[in-house]
């Protein structure tokens, strides 16, 4: 293999392990918040347990993830120097703001979460985490910045005399259609992911140690909380699949397999065989390709040759077309999965209805594994957005062979082999951390009949 094609799957090993606990940090700092905010309201005993038991774990992750994240940053510079000399003074912007502001930010507050409770006050020790909720957001946001530059090029312009792209409107980066669709999509991406590790792991408790105030309602938390995720990311995975077929056409059309320009395009819900070709079964949705791609029942969608020879014309001799099989398939999981985790949500919905869900051992049992679904999602979603832009490492610019850095297939091979085996320690290191304590139980929280009052009021 090349040392471009090892550069490439060196950087997706990497950044898809460290994608596993970005989702958990961002999502999981926000419902500590939420439930240390109903504990400080109520002061009822079972919420402070809730926070303590999801903080430990929180703990591990934020430390796996803080490891893990540094290693991308060294990677431009390493293996793709050619691309952070091209794009250097405009991605050096919101990856300087993430570290000096978000992760500052972030890792101060925490210290004083972790290491404050009983020195500092209540509200000051609510505050912190609040903090840290805040910061993880903010380092998504400006990281997602830096990404959709290479998605959807703004606010730059080509120095003449270097041939480098040079920032001219800083808000412009910020107002990026792309970016403003991809936060929002992956905070809601990430609510979902920890609203489901907080189901899964109260459902194991409940099926192996009974019935518990705390799990009782953390339950209830994770189940509306990935109800209510999932149901607002269908919208707005939407609104970005139009803005995608806007900015990035041809990956619209290759996540269909449309090779052709149709107007009133229907929608593959699965395709058996030769995509390009004649598949051996296809399940289709008449004109729906065309309501999603515009909201409009006869819309054209621009197919992969027109596509493709309209970029020859405006970019020279060349293959355009990303991988098809891979934005086919990796399209459908992620919309696949997100529909089974709302379907989970809504069952969970109807059972906490009915005043059952703690008891539904089928539905516990279940739940432990759909802890699984999130992370499929999320992997493939990534894998979606950077391979279907694809022949570009910044889409229109600067193809993805030109930003290599100038390594033997040697060198690149070796680190690759090296990440790989250390990451796999890390995951089993993290693995058993957070299996060893998710598994460990809760005493009864003491409670008195005012609180057990209020909580009946509530739940």
Same mark, same amino acid.
């Given at each position: 293999m090349s040392a471009l094609a090892l550069s490439r799957w060196q950087f997706a090993v990497t950044i898809i392990y460290h994608f596993i606990f970005v989702p958990i940090t961002i999502g999981m700092a926000l419902s500590l918040a939420i439930m240390q905010t109903a504990y400080h309201r109520t002061k009822n005993e079972k919420y402070a347990q809730i926070v303590d038991f999801f903080g430990k774990l929180f703990a591990i992750n934020f430390a796996i993830g803080v490891v893990t994240?540094?290693?991308?940053?060294?990677?431009?510079?390493?293996?793709?120097?050619?691309?952070?000399?091209?794009?250097g003074n405009i991605f050096g912007a919101p990856l300087a703001i993430e570290g000096l502001l978000a992760f500052f930010l972030e890792s101060t507050f925490l210290g004083i979460w972790l290491f404050g409770k009983g020195k500092v006050s209540e509200r000051v020790h609510l505050f912190s985490i609040w903090m840290v909720s805040i910061g993880t957001m903010f380092s998504a946001l400006f990281i997602l910045a830096a990404n959709s530059f290479m998605q959807h090029p703004v606010g730059y312009k080509i120095d003449p005399a270097t041939h480098r792209a040079v920032m001219t409107d800083f808000f412009a980066l910020l107002g990026n259609p792309t970016l403003i669709v991809?936060?929002?999509? /992956?905070?809601? +991406? !990430? *609510? /979902?992911?920890? +609203? !489901? *590790?907080?189901?899964?792991?109260?459902?194991?408790?409940?099926a192996k140690h009974g019935r518990h105030p705390a799990f009782s309602a953390a339950i209830r938390f994770g189940v509306v909380v990935l109800f209510v995720s999932m149901f607002l990311n269908a919208f707005v995975g939407h609104i970005q699949g139009q803005v995608m077929t806007k900015e990035q056409p041809m990956k619209m059309a290759a996540a269909e397999a449309l090779y052709n320009t149709q107007t009133g395009?229907?929608?593959?819900?699965?395709?058996?065989?030769?995509?390009?070709?004649?598949p051996i079964f296809q399940i289709r949705l008449p004109h729906l390709l065309s309501v999603l791609a515009d909201n409009s029942w006869n819309s054209t969608v621009q197919g992969?040759?027109?596509?493709?020879?309209?970029?020859?014309?405006?970019?020279?001799?060349?293959?355009?077309?990303?991988?098809?099989?891979?934005?086919?398939?990796t399209f459908r999981i992620m919309v696949g999965v997100g529909g089974l985790l709302l379907l989970f949500g809504a069952v969970g919905l109807w059972y906490m209805r009915r005043r059952s869900l703690d008891e539904t051992h089928?539905?516990?049992?279940?739940?432990?594994?759909?802890?699984?679904?999130?992370?499929?999602?999320?992997?493939?979603?990534?894998?979606?957005t950077e391979v279907g832009r694809q022949p570009w490492i910044v889409y229109g610019l600067l193809k993805t062979s030109g930003g290599v850095s100038d390594l033997s297939a040697l060198s690149v091979g070796i680190t690759?082999?090296?990440?790989?085996?250390?990451?796999?320690?890390?995951?089993?290191?993290?693995?058993?951390?957070?299996?060893?304590?998710?598994?460990?139980?809760?005493?009864?929280p003491p409670q008195s009949a005012e609180s057990a009052h209020t909580a009946d009021l509530v739940y």
């Open positions: 994240g540094i290693v991308q940053e060294f990677q431009f510079g390493m293996n793709w120097s050619q691309y952070s000399i091209f794009v991809t936060f929002f999509h /992956t905070l809601l +991406a !990430a *609510i /979902t992911t920890a +609203a !489901a *590790i907080i189901l899964a792991v109260s459902a194991y408790q409940l395009a229907s929608f593959s819900l699965l395709t058996i065989g030769n995509l390009s070709d004649q992969i040759n027109q596509l493709q020879a309209q970029d020859v014309a405006k970019y020279g001799p060349g293959s355009y077309e990303p991988p098809v099989w891979v934005t086919y398939w089928w539905y516990l049992k279940a739940a432990v594994w759909v802890a699984a679904l999130p992370f499929i999602a999320n992997t493939t979603g990534w894998i979606f690759l082999v090296g990440f790989t085996v250390i990451y796999t320690i890390l995951a089993i290191v993290d693995g058993m951390l957070m299996f060893r304590y998710a598994r460990k139980p809760l005493s009864e």
